[in-house]
């Protein structure tokens, strides 16, 4: 089992940095997986889970259809490189880096807006779905302030919860 990340590891904007405080503080046994990428984490997490799910996890999670094709098109390209999760992160970093130039924002990790919770298991390895639900809930009735966009309970075939929130600016200090 995972120990999972520190709402402080998670590297959060200050909307989802309250949002996973509250979420936290409501529920205390709740395991972040994932706040904040850089773009190489980020061609990481995509790899691997091409890896675990296949192809069709990208159509199946992210909207970009342009980057999802450039993907796939790189991993039928390279079939020598997809049983290497090091030689297929460098292919999609290179891939997000080249096509996606400028438009690398269009991630909620990349900028700090998006985290991921574990999704709870009963002693039998079976997703505690009432639990599951009861985080979702606590997320969908976040103040309204916090901007919640998206809340997911699935990525494709992979079971995690994703909430992602409208991008605060940090305040200055004077």
């Known amino acids: 089992m995972m120990s999972g990340l520190t709402i402080e590891d998670l590297h959060l904007s200050p909307n989802a940095k309250r949002a996973a405080q509250l979420v936290l503080a409501a529920h205390p046994a709740v395991i972040f997986t994932s706040g904040r990428r850089d773009v190489w984490d980020q061609a990481r997490a ?22 999802v094709r450039s993907l796939v098109d790189w991993t039928h390209a390279h079939l020598e490189s997809t049983a290497s999760l090091a030689l297929m992160t460098d292919g999609f970093y290179q891939t997000l880096v080249s096509g996606q130039a400028g438009q690398l924002a269009q991630f909620p990790h990349c900028r700090g807006d998006a985290f991921d919770i574990q999704c709870p298991r009963h002693a039998s390895g079976q997703i505690d779905e009432q639990t599951v639900n009861a985080i979702r809930h606590t997320i969908e009735t976040l103040p309204v302030s916090l901007g919640l966009q998206l809340i997911l309970t699935r990525e494709g075939a992979l079971r995690i919860v994703h909430a992602q929130f409208n991008h605060a600016v940090e305040a200055v200090q004077i």
């Open 46 to 67: 995509m790899a691997q889970n091409v890896m675990h799910y296949g192809t069709d996890w990208l159509g199946q999670t992210y909207k970009n259809q342009h980057m």
